[in-house]
Nanobody, 122 residues
């Protein structure tokens, strides 16, 4: 059974850092690319970052480039999203997802996690 379980969300102040984790079971990280999406209230779900299944090539949305870093630990079968210099507009539910390749498109996601809330507020 495939499961993606996010953790690490919470309330942070602007400028603070936070690391999200995505623990994967049912497949290994060299089989699917792992992506992070987010959905703010009243907005569509958008792709944030992705790490490929093979060589670990990473990609980022322009809105988070230079602030967020995606990584993975194959031994733990877990992916991470390090978020620095948080802004209020980063407030959203963050989802990890499995894609065949890093397309950062909801249309091509094979599996979703349940999501974790991240709120950036003073």
């Amino acid at each position: 059974q495939v499961q993606l379980v996010e953790s690490g969300g919470g309330l942070v102040q602007p400028g603070d850092s936070l690391r999200l984790s995505c623990a994967v079971s049912g497949f290994t990280l060299d089989y699917y690319a792992i992506a992070w999406f987010r959905q703010a209230p009243g907005k569509e779900r958008e792709g944030v970052s992705c790490i490929s299944s093979g060589d670990g090539t990473t990609s980022y949305a322009d809105s988070v480039k230079g602030r967020f870093t995606i990584s993975r630990d194959n031994a733990k079968n877990t992916a991470y999203l390090q978020m620095n210099s948080r802004k209020p507009e980063d407030t959203a539910v963050y989802y990890c997802a499995a894609e065949w390749s890093c397309l950062l498109s909801t249309s091509f996601v094979q599996y979703w996690g349940q999501g974790t809330q991240v709120t950036v507020s003073a």
